[in-house]
DNA sequence: GTTACAATTGATCATGCGTTCAACTATAAT
DNA sequence: ATTATAGTTGAACGCATGATCAATTGTAAC
């Protein structure tokens, strides 16, 4: 009679020290949705042009649909993830409205991923 | 007669110097998409708790699935994307693969991400 | 008011992506 | 060689997501 644990092979080698250790380190749940999002709003090719578009100057969003080569509509859904995030603030002017980053953290957490890139 | 067009409003206000000035600042293509891909690959909240976890110590798949809770196989899947991206190197023994960060850069960035979180 | 236009919003569609399942590979022990 | 198990791989499924289109809002000019 053989014993046939199909379950056992998710645990049996199972460092539970180790595992323990590190579950007691890990951030919370809200932390680290919290930091994907993050990383989500600017693994957009588009996105990251608007980005990094802004933090040359402030543009409206007619210029960044000039930049990005997408439509103004496009370009307006981006826009709104980047603001739900922080990323950009705006200010109108007449009918348009001019986008701008919020602050310099973004371009710090770009460089950094720019220095893993080239490697 | 009114004059029908319908393409100029996404042209019309457009600053074309400024356009100009960013674009030729703006990185090429090639960059772009490669910054946006290691932004992508540490958007998901399984593969950050994976490197975040790494960053403590060395682990085996076995270890690692049972720390995110999801399936070897599920683990495996994610862990090859980060192979792919050079955020992870491996190291065989006997019928385990152990796991550890490629360098500190990543760490860096989840860090200079963090801060941005909180504020 | 009416016209013109910058920008936003909602619906739709196609594509991308994470998990699961099943099949397979590799290593170790008997 | 056989058995057991750690891990990989490919297919499939369902959900998320980015671009487009149409409709709408808000502001300025007439």
Chains 1, 2 share one sequence.
Do not use: W
């Not at 930049?67 to 922080?86: C, D, Y």
Request: glycine share 4%; charged share 30%; aromatic share 4%.
């Amino acid at each position: 009679m053989k014993k046939t644990n199909v379950e056992t092979c998710q645990v049996t080698v199972v460092d539970h020290r180790k595992v323990g250790r590190v579950n007691e380190r890990l951030p919370g749940n809200r932390h680290i949705t919290d930091l994907a999002e993050t990383f989500k709003v600017l693994s957009d090719p588009t996105r990251l042009r608007i980005v990094l578009a802004l933090s040359m100057e402030e543009l409206c969003v007619c210029d960044l649909a000039t930049v990005v080569k997408l439509s103004i509509s496009a370009v307006s859904h981006q826009l709104r993830l980047l603001k739900g995030r922080k990323l950009v603030v705006f200010r109108k002017q007449g009918k348009q409205v001019y986008y701008r980053l919020d602050d310099d953290h973004v371009i710090d957490l770009i460089h950094a991923a720019a220095s893993h890139v080239r490697e």
